[in-house]
């Protein structure tokens, strides 16, 4: 993988130490919601793609509806038909409106169609074909309820997949070079702190050596320097050399072996 052999360049402290497990449990903890937004985008987005084919699948009868309608209405009404539609129409009846679905942080564009105002159309094929004009009007209400609800799921399907490439790359982001790494560098500064431990185990070992030597040294010192000043005493007292006091003593310390107390 990326992410591994990799490591961040920190001093190996224990306070790095600290912060780094903090922001390894951070970059876990966003792995598994950023992981859960993904699923929940991947259910939705199976959702729609559903819908978008049963829509398209009745959006073909619809049309073929609406169109053999409009034949209809002009067959029985006459081709002039469509003149006489314009001139009672003055503003569109249906409208389409737009608004936001917050799907798992996602905000998906949704349609959909309104009817405003009323369409004077009580004069249209008075004379010829009144009801199949009627009749071509609901097939195209009919007909354009289907494509504004194909539109909104057409978009929402296209905003949904870029919104699930984006996770899904955060999230082998997070799985693959953040959180490797940062486990790389939490190892790194165990390993350094460990032998700083064990340098700092031999150093105070050494240390101890050496003030053990020193007080030995120091104790012969003093014992030295204690039978020098007690054999001066003794040449004093006896008036004989130093040398033969020193030898006088040595005798004394010797332990006679004929002698048992």
Known sequence: MSGQGQRLNVVPTVTMLGVMKARLVGATRGHALLKKKSDALTVQFRQILKKIVSTKESMGEIMKTSSFSLTE???VAGD???HIVLENVRNASLKV???????AGVKLPKFEYFTEGETKNDLTGLARGGQQVQQCRAAYVKAIEVLVELASLQTSFLTLDEAIKTTNRRVNALENV?????????SYIKGELDELEREDFFRLKKIQGYKKR???RQVASAKLFAEEKFAEKISL???VSVGAAHNILSAGMEKDDDIIF
């Open 237 to 239: 007292e006896r008036g």
């Open 178 to 186: 953040v959180k490797p790494r940062l486990e790389n560098t939490i």
């Open 214 to 216: 020193e007080i030995e």
């Open 97 to 103: 409106r737009s608004r936001q679905e917050n799907i």
């Open 73 to 75: 209405a002009k067959y």
């Open 80 to 82: 002039n038909v469509k």
